[in-house]
């Protein structure tokens, strides 16, 4: 993917082929706009969007001619960045969009043309940002949603921490031009629940422990109508949520447990579970975690984040059906009180679980509140989501989430989820062979680890093993919801969380409440 930076280059490189004069020290919040140009067929020049052949207008006619002399060929995410223009606009990025046309690769398992847009209205939102753009109208191109998501996600930013005089300014976005304006509604939704996850993820641990965590859920989602219960320690206690509590025994910081509720529809109706992991700062206990690399764990709660952000675009989006989400938080810290290798803990099944390696705390951490969860709202699915094991990473790195499913319909609405958003899903198996690995044991039932390498088959053989009649998916995020190091997606920043998989989530939830 190529990067925004290095593609981008200003009109001062122009040598004056405009005379108008520049504006941006003038205006005190300037304005600038995005277009695109589609690469052309063949001996073809490329052809620019009819958003940019209307911006041309209204500069006076000065656009077109210079995408011509400055030969820009529609490369995906390649531009350049002109300024000087009389008017309304103080500068104006123009990107390569790719083909036109583009549409679903089944070998990439995604809808091309989608993507570009996202790439394309992302680069040219983020160069007219670092450009000093207050106010930026971008190009809806054929895909006015896409563009808005791609433009959106680019120019957020974490950067409470830094002193305000210092921040760079996130510009206000709007659709220019031609377009479905209610589309690019729906886009800015989705974008700002990603946007939302990215921030709690990214949020340093002292800065979001789990009252921090529960706090921040109940203002983000209580005033979109979706209810938001805080069960305390003693409740936790008091439902014997042993598991959980072996985890969070060894910190400080008290465990709550988040009990959230949308309801789009008849409340009889039977609702989806998310279960999202929420380890707000996971060290690894006493199998400590080395420490180079080791402030990424702050973002061991992105599962959580997710479904946080899931249910702040159904509410906001009116989703028809009914959500619940329960989010176990806690802390894993190495202390005299923590969690010990081999220590082992009954379920409320009566399964018995051997922790043989407490770094592997994630699936101990889930055991009890999946239980709980299925037992207390009947969902008609369940979907557990966190950064569970590294075997996902290795696998398929930033490039898909890993999923885990026991039907075929939901992992082929999962799929085309993916397809549509750009975040993709992978399937991975649930052999029994994996399940053998993890239940043959001499002492005790369950093991929290199993043998060999396929630690994230294995993790998800032992939350299977605790959804025993119901639909289920298990969504393993360790690549894509934390730091994405190589190759990140262009409207996503590198060294930052992500966010990833809360659009590809919502998108199939989406489907599945609007079949019609």
Known sequence: MPSLRSMIRTCAQLSGRSNARAFATECKKPKGAVVGVYMGDGDKPAKPTKNAVLLDDAVGGNLISLIRERAINGALGKGLLFSGFEGEYQAVAVIGAGKHGAAYNENEEMDEGMENVRIAAGTGARALQLHGMHEVHVDAFDYPEQAAEGAALAVWRFNANKRKKHRLHTPKLDMYGKGDRDAWIRGLFKAESQNLARRLSDTPANMMTPSIFAQATVDALCPCGVSVEVRSMDWIEDMSLNSFLMIAKG???????LECSYCG????DRPVLLLGQGLTFHSGGLCLKPKKGMDKYRGAMAGAAVCVGVL????????????TAVIPLCEHMPSGMAVKCGDVVTLLNGTTMGIKSVGKAPVVLMADPLLYAQATFKPKLVIDIGTVAKGVDFGVGGGASGLWTTSKSVFESFRKAGGITGDRVWRFPLFNYYKQIVNNNITYDLCNTGRGHASSCLAAAILHSLVPCVDWAHLDIRGTGMITKVNPLPYLLKGSMTGRPTRTVFQFLFQMGCQD
Do not use: G, K
Request: proline share 17%; charged share 15%; aromatic share 0%.
């Open 251 to 257: 910190s400080c910081e008290p465990p709550l447990m």
């Open 312 to 323: 702040r675009a159904a509410a906001a989006l009116s989703l028809p059906m009914n959500i």
């Open 265 to 268: 529809t008849s409340p009889e």
